[in-house]
């Protein structure tokens, strides 16, 4: 390289190489002696039966002539040891280039003289001492004069001693460019030594070709039309491409050029898609002046830029109206409408246009704009999918076409296909399924149908190729997952990645394949996968070559996980990734000011790391990745150029929720994409989100339900949860049938608290069944034992909304205990217990209306969506709330738990308060802040009731509020606790009003002495 100036000296590729090995991968074997012993090309010679020590090189003895070993320290050292001076290269490099490695040198004490290759063993005797002929065997020298025992075609016939010379004395060059590799066994030997080539001479015909094209036809091709064939006379013509006509061709049609890219989104790559262009006017009738139709499979046609002809229906056009480019996309295979888009034609005055698009083809599960501001008499309005201007159009029914719909055609489109309109001549625009074409859909195209063996294996979707596209495939396949190769016959590696518990995993990584190419630079595939929550191993199915495996954690930590000098197809490949595989970056292994030198002068010490650190595998700087490797007793670093801020988002193709990142592998031809979730959300699509009070069950522990796998065997978090279950659901039905117990005697239903405990306890009982089938049904369903989708709909809607409801309605009751309580203190001798009752009972209703009707949103943006993640498919019950119904969620939520609270705290203070008046009434010389005190004693239990009650609730509330969110399935426990604490108070009913209180204690033995003594009546 040129020198370059760095801190006022010049610099070059050769200054400072101190630390630079002349022996590496680069240098060995190579045919050329990079280090002054030759230390480097030393073992490289497998062919010969003589093994010398890596310390050693082979030559020939110039005594014996037989093949020797000698010390790479006699190399170089002046004295002449082998056979045409092997083990001395310097001495024919004096007089020829430095870049030609030494020649055979003859022994003369008076001259120096080299010899060339072909030199050797010719029969002549070309060195004074006849050092080219005396070593020949006899196989060489019964060579015809022309030929060499050095050319690769004698190979077989010489002998070793002749090869090792032939290789030792041929002329090599320095390559001008050193790519990556990972070769460090490389062997010079046998090269590939060619004769001179042989001029060739093309032969010309002595006729002169004419092109087709003539000039009488312009842009067409002459023919000739015989009008009668007997009497041979014949008239000339021309055969007008679609855009010229006229006698000559000479007019040039007005017409539309469409070229379209059309790009899908990730649920589609693998879709077969049916794609009609029209070109279309503005009238009633809607005319199609013209059309093309083809097929798009994302997969195979991804780059291919698509160019559609369309010609006016009249030449020249209709002035008066204006056109439109109409798309209509439908999924082959199902036939399913995809949706539809509109481009005006601008600047109608204009005789041709060439436009240019690139088209997003509608999502899956899109749903279509309807419209009403169309009167479609037989068909139904829909809006495009591009929305320009708000633009809307009648999609007629079969038979039906024209603006409105009103005008009838007859089909003439095969039974099985679909009929979407009619153009200008009358002829029906079929759209065929997969296995069909032409106009009419009436040709089949039976490839996909023959024997699997000759088409698609393990199970492949065998799509047959556009039969308007020329390609030398007749059917592409669509390969199941772990499957490759033109026709899905090849396996593809299974590569089983693992992680140490010491390594802290992000929610996504990055997989850098690197295949290295010989004379290029390395080809580098970037593919990104989502770690299943508490999973520390991925199973990735890769198809294409790769020798290099990193893993990219967070930005810029990676890990070397696998290499490979030789691709190995259908491989089982399982690797645990530790600490010991981190690259670590240049900052770690160099001080700071060596990290801030110029790239020449800091990577000619990069071998230093590997050398002081015998664990280091890998490390980086801003430009390079760096590998640590053995080679003869040494350790070297080889490094390779990498993008670290490679990245390809997905554009407008982005099929994740929320304000979450989407990246996929490829900017132009993705075969997948993954979701980098923002806080708050997790899940592949980051679909789940925790904030606020929206704590579901869910959220917290589906994705630690391991699918086909037994309860008993399931993660520890589920065992837990499961006893946590079995438990509070024992204790639930016990504290709720007791409290129905005491509560349903005369004398507490004498007044309205009486009817709020029993709805207490009612709503105890309910909470408690729905809470453990909520479990159950979540378990089960994720372990795949129950799948039926209507069922699983219905419980994603009812579970959480009631269980919601009870909650609420719990709270809410104890709050009117309070109250009841309170009023009793206020009224006096004056309290209607009559009227209590009658109360009670409209409030209970009341609060029943008002707290199904605030929550009641909820079953309305609950769903279920599907989810597959290499190979691990499954069905989540989610809560979507837009951003305001979002804010009115917390709010009400807040309300129905603080609100109760609240109530309980004043009407406890009220009735204490008014306790002490009366008694300070009685008792005038008593002191009314001992007396306070003493009836705060009395009543503890009224305060004692509810502050356990939102301390229980509070764990919930500080998670919610002060963590924000979950922002990994990781941070399960911490959730999960809050939410079980939060199932607490509703299993105190009989722990809070009837053991504190000497009169529920009371109702509760007596009703325990009723039931034993019908017991004893009946046994």
């Known amino acids: ?423 200008a001549y009358n002829r029906s625009v079929c759209v065929c399924p997969i296995n069909k074409f032409g106009y009419r859909c009436l040709l089949t195209d039976s490839i996909c149908e023959t024997n699997n063996t000759l088409t698609c294996q393990n199970s492949g979707q065998c799509i047959p190729a556009d039969v308007q596209i020329r390609s030398k495939q007749k059917f592409i396949c669509i390969c199941q997952r772990g499957y490759g190769g033109d026709r899905c016959e090849l396996i593809n590696n299974k590569i089983i990645l693992s992680f140490r518990d010491d390594i802290v995993l992000s929610s996504s990584i990055f997989i850098h394949f690197i295949e290295v190419i010989q004379n290029d630079i390395p080809k580098r595939t970037t593919t990104l996968r989502t770690i299943p929550p508490i999973q520390k191993s991925i199973t990735i199915f890769w198809s294409k070559p790769f020798n290099l495996i990193f893993i990219e954690i967070y930005n810029k930590i990676y890990y070397l996980a696998h290499t490979q000098n030789t691709y190995q197809q259908t491989a089982n490949i399982s690797i645990m990734i530790n600490q010991f595989d981190r690259c670590q970056n240049i900052s770690e292994l160099f001080n700071e000011s060596f990290v801030q030198r110029h790239l020449l002068r800091r990577i000619k010490h990069y071998h230093v790391p590997c050398q002081k650190n015998l664990n280091l595998s890998c490390f980086y700087d801003d430009i390079h990745l760096c590998l640590c490797y053995n080679l003869q007793k040494q350790r070297l670093a080889n490094c390779f150029e990498f993008n670290h801020n490679m990245n390809y988002n997905c554009l407008d193709q982005n099929s994740c929720k929320g304000e979450s990142q989407c990246f996929q592998d490829d900017d132009i031809c993705p075969t997948r994409s993954v979701c980098i979730c923002s806080p708050c959300f997790y899940g592949t699509r980051c679909q789940f989100s925790v904030n606020g009070f929206g704590l579901s069950l869910d959220g917290i522990l589906g994705y630690h339900i391991q699918p086909h796998i037994d309860l008993l065997n399931q993660p520890s978090i589920i065992l837990f949860s499961l006893s946590v279950v079995i438990i509070s659901i024992v204790v639930g039905l016990i504290n709720g049938i007791l409290s129905l117990i005491t509560f349903q005697n005369r004398q507490v239903c004498e007044v309205g608290c009486g009817f709020y405990l029993i709805g207490s306890s009612i709503t105890t009982l309910l909470t408690t069944i729905i809470f453990g089938l909520k479990f159950w049904i979540l378990v089960l369903a994720q372990m795949t034992v129950i799948s039926n989708r209507v069922f699983l709909q219905i419980q994603c809607m009812s579970f959480d909304f009631l269980l919601r409801v009870c909650l609420n309605m719990d709270q809410w009751l104890n709050a009117c205990i309070a109250v009841e309580r309170t009023i009793t203190v206020l009224k006096g001798i004056n309290f209607n217990k009559k009227k209590s009752k009658t109360s009670a009972k409209i409030v209970i209703i009341i609060l029943s209306i008002f707290i199904v009707s605030t929550n009641i949103y909820d079953l309305f943006y609950r769903y279920l969506i599907d989810e597959e993640n290499e190979g691990d498919k499954r069905t989540w019950c989610i809560a979507n709330y837009p951003s305001r119904l979002q804010t009115y969620n917390s709010f009400i939520n807040t309300f129905h738990f603080f609100a109760p609270f609240m109530i309980n705290i004043v009407s406890a203070v009220i009735l204490i308060v008014q306790k002490t008046r009366k008694k300070a009434n009685v008792q005038n010389n008593a002191n009314y802040k001992k007396l306070l005190k003493a009836q705060a004693r009395e009543h503890k239990n009224l305060f004692i009731a509810p502050i356990v009650l939102v301390i229980l609730g509070l764990p919930r509330l500080i998670i919610t509020y002060v963590s924000r969110c979950m922002k990994s399935a990781d941070d399960s426990w911490l959730f999960l606790i809050g939410y079980f604490i939060s199932f607490i108070p509703p299993m105190l009913t009989f722990v809070v009003f009837v053991l504190p209180s000497k009169f529920y204690k009371k109702q509760f033995r007596q009703t325990l002495i009723a039931f034993q003594t019908r017991i004893q009546r009946h046994f």
């Open 1 to 423: 390289m040129s020198p370059i100036i760095i801190e006022g000296k010049n610099e070059t590729d050769e200054t400072e190489c101190e630390q630079w090995s002349c022996n590496n991968i680069y240098t060995r074997c190579d045919g050329l002696w990079s280090c002054s012993n030759g230390a480097d090309e030393t073992d490289c010679n497998s062919y010969s039966a003589l093994n010398c020590s890596t310390d050693e090189h082979i030559c020939v003895s110039p005594y014996t002539n037989q093949l020797m070993c000698i010390s790479v320290d006699k190399a170089n050292d002046g004295n002449i040891d082998c056979l045409g001076a092997t083990d001395e290269p310097k001495l024919c490099q004096r007089i020829v280039d430095i870049n030609v490695i030494p020649r055979f040198y003859c022994t003369d004490d008076n001259n120096f003289l080299c010899l060339a290759t072909n030199r050797l063993c010719d029969k002549r005797n070309d060195c004074p001492l006849n050092d080219d002929e005396r070593f020949c065997s006899t196989n060489s020298m019964n060579l015809i004069e022309s030929d060499s025992p050095c050319f690769q075609s004698n190979f077989s016939i010489i002998s070793d001693i002749e090869r090792l010379l032939c290789h030792s004395t041929h002329l090599r060059l320095k390559e001008p460019m050193k790519y990556f590799s990972l070769d460090t066994t490389k062997n010079s030997f046998p090269w590939s030594m060619k004769t001179l080539p042989t001029d060739t001479l093309t032969e010309t015909s002595g006729f002169e070709m004419f092109g087709i094209h003539n000039l009488r036809c312009h842009h067409g091709i002459p023919m000739f039309v015989w009008s009668e064939i007997e009497k041979n006379i014949k008239s000339n013509a021309c055969l007008c491409p679609s855009d010229f006509y006229g006698d000559s061709c000479e007019y040039q049609n007005q017409q539309v050029n469409i070229i379209i890219r059309f790009q899908a989104l990730s649920d589609s790559w693998s879709t077969l898609f049916a794609i009609i262009i029209s070109l279309i006017d503005d009238s009633n009738e809607r005319i199609i002046q013209s059309f093309e139709q083809f097929t798009y499979l994302s997969m195979r046609d991804c780059k291919i830029k698509f160019n559609a002809y369309l010609l006016y229906l009249t030449q020249p056009k209709n002035q008066t109206k204006n056109y439109a480019i109409h798309i209509d996309i439908y999924e082959k295979i199902s036939l399913t409408y995809r949706g539809s888009l509109l481009y005006p034609i601008k600047f109608p005055f204009l005789p041709m246009h060439r436009l240019a698009y690139v088209i997003t083809i509608p999502e899956k599960n899109e749903q279509f704009q309807s419209c009403s501001n169309l009167y479609c008499i037989h068909g139904k309005c829909i809006m495009y999918s591009n929305n320009p201007q708000n633009a809307m159009f009648c999609q007629c029914n079969q038979g039906w076409s024209g603006r409105n719909c009103t005008i009838p055609y007859i089909c003439t489109c095969s039974s099985d296909s679909i009929c979407i309109g009619v153009s």
